[in-house]
């Protein structure tokens, strides 16, 4: 089975900027979360889907978006960037998001905010 | 609200020797604990998961972890630690809300191996 996938897994933007980064979950896996990863503030949720519903947030500003397609790929979206987006953004899926099933990384985008 | 605790940010052993990183948690009922280690400019791999049962959980890679609940720790264990388990771990704690899992991730410790 192919692992978790996020493309792509590089980025630069300027501030103002918006980005869409994505994520494909293991084949047959229902659920993704979204993580921020930065050396100041360690591992942050940002959110959850499942079956195309979000279904848990983080504490973030409204400014961070996602959504999950019916083939359980999932997109995030950061609009008006800001130097402190810069990160690591990873992707998490597992096969029913709940009861303490174990969660599968992806490998990250690293987004850089100039 | 449940949360993670790892104290140690950075610890250096030599190759060779025996390793303990501490995780504790804050939660009310009997939590999912997990362990997780991160190289560099990868993501997240799962080492070992504790759900029920048996106290000493035995995970990839030679690790092991001991959950005690009078003293809530998860503390990871390597009898013999070896150059290519210089990461990043992570311990994270789950539990259940609105029929799925929340998981918080503690800030990490660094794992540095010398010869």
């Known amino acids: 089975k192919a692992g978790v996938t996020q493309t792509p897994r590089y980025l630069i933007k300027t501030r103002g900027q918006q980005v869409t980064l994505s994520c494909s979950p293991i084949?047959?896996?229902?659920?993704v979360s979204w993580y921020q990863q930065t050396p100041g503030q360690g591992l942050q949720f940002l959110f959850e889907?499942?079956?195309?519903?979000?279904?848990n947030k983080g504490n973030f500003p409204g400014r961070f978006s996602g959504r999950q397609f019916s083939n359980s790929r999932s997109e995030m979206n950061v609009s008006t960037l800001e130097l402190g987006d810069s990160a690591l953004y990873l992707c998490a899926s597992s096969s029913v998001g709940g009861r303490g099933n174990e969660q599968f990384f992806g490998p990250g985008t690293r987004l850089t905010v100039l | 609200a449940q949360s993670v605790t790892q104290p140690d940010i950075h610890i250096t052993v030599s190759e060779g020797a025996s390793l303990e990183l501490r995780c504790n948690y804050s939660y009310g009922a009997t939590p999912y604990l997990f362990w997780y280690v991160q190289s560099p400019g990868q993501g997240l791999q799962l080492l070992l998961k504790y759900f029920s049962g048996d106290t000493l959980v035995q995970g990839i890679k030679g690790f092991e972890a001991e959950f005690k609940r009078s003293q809530s720790s998860f503390n990871l264990r390597k009898p013999s630690v070896h150059w290519s388990d210089a990461a990043e771990y992570f311990c994270?704690?789950?539990?259940?809300?609105?029929?799925?899992?929340?998981?918080?991730f503690g800030t990490g410790t660094k794992l540095q191996v010398i010869p």
């Open positions: 994270a704690v789950a539990r259940n809300s609105g029929g799925y899992q929340k998981v918080t």
């Open positions: 889907y499942f079956s195309e519903t979000q279904r």
């Open positions: 084949s047959g896996h229902r659920s």
